[in-house]
């Protein structure tokens, strides 16, 4: 995923880093590399055209007919309905969402990622399980923010473990800025909840930070919320930090009704 900036990078590095800073872009994300599965790849290949959106990169030239994108995002047409809609930024190999939208079958949950093998393990867990509410978004979610999610229309987004980017010099790549929050913030319908999570605690007290600037978001806990009220299913990542004697931080920010 890549943040909207209004200071572009030094238009340094890879030609994707280049391009990407000439737009006014940084991304936010390592690209993650790895072959997909035998079941991840069937279920991208026998699935996508069900379960699966592509989000355009409107800086970016498509040379094959696989990797282009869709049309307009239609929530109505990808689902089936209209219900309440969760997003979430970075779902990894789903099965925090998997497990969130079989607990949650009022409302629909769209995973965006990057990594397309994690995304074919999420469409593969949703059919052997019969989710009818859950979708994938391949590509970078903050162009499907910008360009396709209506302002007010989003019930809750989820960032959970987002790529701490550790180094200082990297501080400005980190998802969780105040630009990229308030895009969320305006997406987000009135009582709509942002909830980050985090095991790198550098950055948690910089989200808390953020986040508790945004004139638009209440914290609905006293600082960190605890993690018994979140809600939130255990991920590998969480997983992780836990057996490396990492804290694990969650954020629970909801949009104030102006």
């Known amino acids: ?30 690209p993650r590399r790895g072959r997909a599965s035998a079941t991840q790849a069937d279920a991208l290949t026998r699935l996508w055209p ?55 079958p009022d409302r629909d949950y769209l995973g965006a990622d990057v990594h397309t093998p994690g995304l074919g393990n999420l469409i593969a867990m949703a059919e052997a399980r019969g989710l009818s509410n859950v979708r994938v978004a391949r590509g970078d979610v903050l162009f499907l923010l910008r360009d396709g999610i209506e302002p007010a229309s989003l019930a809750a987004v989820h960032v959970f473990f987002p790529d701490p980017w550790p180094k200082a010099k990297h501080h400005k790549r980190r998802l969780i800025q105040p630009d990229t929050v308030a895009l969320i913030r305006d997406r987000l319908e009135p009582g709509g909840v942002l909830h980050c999570a985090t ?13 508790t600037a945004d004139p638009g978001l209440r914290n609905r806990y006293a600082g960190y919320a605890p993690r018994a009220a979140v809600g939130r299913p255990m991920t590998g990542y969480e997983r992780r930090g836990l057996r490396d004697s990492r804290p694990i931080a969650d954020l629970v920010f909801e949009k104030i009704d102006s």
Not at 54 to 67: F, G, R, V
Request: aromatic share 8%; with cysteine.
């Open 1 to 30: 995923m890549e943040k909207v900036h209004d200071n572009p990078a030094d238009p340094t590095g890879s030609p994707d880093q280049r391009r990407h800073a000439r737009h006014g872009l940084i991304r936010t994300f390592h």
């Open 199 to 211: 095991d790198w605690a550098e950055y948690a007290e910089q989200m808390l930070a953020v986040l």
């Open 50 to 104: 069900v379960y699966g959106y592509t989000i355009a990169d409107p800086h970016h030239s498509y040379h094959t007919p696989e990797a282009a994108p869709d049309g307009p995002f239609d929530r109505e047409r990808l689902f089936g309905r209209r219900a309440p809609l969760v997003l979430e930024i970075g779902c990894g190999m789903g099965e925090a969402t998997a497990e969130m939208a079989a607990a949650d």
